[in-house]
T-cell receptor, first 110, second 114 residues
Framework: EAQVTQNPRYLITVTGKKLTVTCSQN?????MSWYRQDPGLGLRQIYY???????DKGDVPEGYKVSRKEKRNFPLILESPSPNQTSLYFC?????????FGPGTRLTVT | GENVEQHPSTLSVQEGDSAVIKCTYS??????FPWYKQELGKRPQLIIDIRSNVGEKKDQRIAVTLNKTAKHFSLHITETQPEDSAVYFCAAKVLGGGADGLTFGKGTHLIIQP
């Protein structure tokens, strides 16, 4: 089954404790993105990757890192999480047009 | 960069009536305009999209119209049903452009009243 998976689905952590949210897709898509969703702000792009070893900043990259060592995986790294990074995070992949979203990761930073 | 404005933020309609959600975009180079539906607790899913070489596209009860000159596009849902209740997002992008990500509107919460 074609899909995008994310782990974990829910995470509660404390300020400053490094964390990684994994994202994997099995559709051989070249393009992958991370978005955060906040009430009233819609979906905002954090980082995107056009291919292996090619990543670039989206609209809200501060406080986040990504890597793309393999085509199928695109982890999101928060080196020192802060409460303002409490949000719902979606990974997405695409070939040309339609973006396929993962199930989301709800992150709470206390 | 691209900026997408979406209105209204909340829309309440009676079951069976039509609903219209409108979006404007700023980048005249954008040529792909998808609409996503997000049910409570779920991921956004594509429901319809349109490219800039057509002015209208229909799929059963939903349709999207595009006015390139005015840089706006709209989602039309006819004969609304309870399962249409969700948050709808419009988006815009340049297909084949350097940045693959979509720019989303802030969303419209559609409420279908029984």
């Amino acid at each position: 089954e074609a899909q995008v998976t994310q782990n974990p689905r829910y995470l509660i952590t404390v300020t400053g404790k490094k964390l990684t949210v994994t994202c994997s897709q099995n559709m051989n898509h070249e393009y992958m993105s991370w978005y955060r969703q906040d009430p009233g702000l819609g979906l905002r792009q954090i980082y995107y990757s056009m291919n292996v070893e090619v990543t670039d900043k989206g609209d809200v990259p501060e406080g986040y890192k990504v890597s793309r060592k393999e085509k199928r995986n695109f982890p999101l790294i928060l080196e020192s999480p802060s409460p303002n990074q409490t949000s719902l995070y979606f990974c997405a992949s695409s070939w040309a047009d339609e973006q396929y979203f993962g199930p989301g990761t709800r992150l709470t930073v206390t | 960069g691209e900026n997408v404005e979406q209105h209204p933020s909340t829309l309440s309609v009676q079951e069976g009536d039509s609903a219209v959600i409108k979006c404007t975009y700023s980048d005249s180079a954008s040529n792909y305009f998808p609409w996503y539906k997000q049910e409570l607790g779920k991921r956004p899913q594509l429901i319809i999209d349109i490219r800039s070489n057509v002015g209208e596209k229909k799929d059963q009860r939903i349709a999207v119209t595009l006015n390139k000159t005015a840089k706006h596009f709209s989602l039309h849902i006819t004969e609304t049903q309870p399962e249409d209740s969700a948050v709808y997002f419009c988006a815009a992008k340049v297909l084949g452009g350097g940045a693959d990500g979509l720019t989303f509107g802030k969303g419209t919460h559609l409420i279908i009243q029984p």
